[in-house]
């Protein structure tokens, strides 16, 4: 009888501790995949927010790099992501928030890139020259035009009626030299939105006027010299 009582009293103490083992290794389970599940959450969230933080500068690095690319000349159709690009963009975002953030600084890897290429190549633009330095290329040429016609007539024609015309004909020239110009670099270099064009016009007259007058001079010292 007592074997028995032992094994009748040891039913229930097996019995209860079983359950109560599995419950609390169920509950430990449990605790560990809401723990997991909600840190997981809180790290998806972040890296949302991260990406969209990062989708904010490479499109503030992009847009000002279109922009100049179009003021140069490329055609909108070549600033456009291809139907192969755009799927190939597609399927590196399948792997969720993480993925697009990696995606997005490697794009703006690929930004800083392209600006360190335009710094380094800007400088050979006449367009990112100083104002005074730019606007030589226009009024240059205009003010060489006049008194390279007129030393072309004196040497042609010695001094002569035709060699006074020229020097008459030259007088305004460098003020229609001028007024060329003064269109030409509105045309050759248009200000950009919200800026104010500076044709440098002193500049300009001075340009315009100084070969003429030299040229002038020297002609005229030549005609009474002969």
Do not use: K
Request: hydrophobic fraction near 55%.
């Amino acid at each position: 009888m007592p074997a028995v009582r032992q094994r009748v009293g040891d039913e229930p103490v097996g019995a209860v501790t079983d359950p109560w083992t599995e419950y609390l290794a169920a509950a430990r389970q449990l605790d560990g995949v809401r723990r997991a599940a909600a840190t997981a959450a809180v790290e998806q969230a972040r890296a949302v927010e991260a990406a969209r933080e990062e989708l904010v500068r490479v499109h503030a690095r992009l847009a000002p790099q279109q922009a100049r690319l179009r003021e140069s000349g490329v055609p909108p159709i070549s600033l456009t992501p291809t139907p192969p690009e755009l799927t190939e963009a597609a399927r590196s975002m399948v792997g969720g928030p993480a993925a697009v953030l990696a995606a997005l600084r490697v794009a703006r890897g690929w930004a800083d890139a392209a600006d360190a290429t335009l710094a380094a190549r800007g400088p050979l633009r006449p367009s990112a020259w100083s104002p005074r330095l730019r606007n030589l290329l226009v009024y240059g040429p205009l003010a060489l035009l006049v008194p390279l016609a007129q030393l072309m007539f004196f040497a042609a024609a010695g001094t002569g009626a035709v060699s006074i015309a020229a020097l008459v004909v030259g007088v305004p020239m460098p003020a229609v030299a001028f007024a060329v110009g003064w269109v030409a670099v509105g045309r050759v270099f248009p200000a950009g939105a919200g800026e104010r064009l500076d044709r440098t016009p002193r500049l300009g007259a001075l340009t315009c006027l100084v070969p003429a007058v030299a040229v002038t001079a020297g002609i005229m010292l030549a005609m009474l010299g002969g």
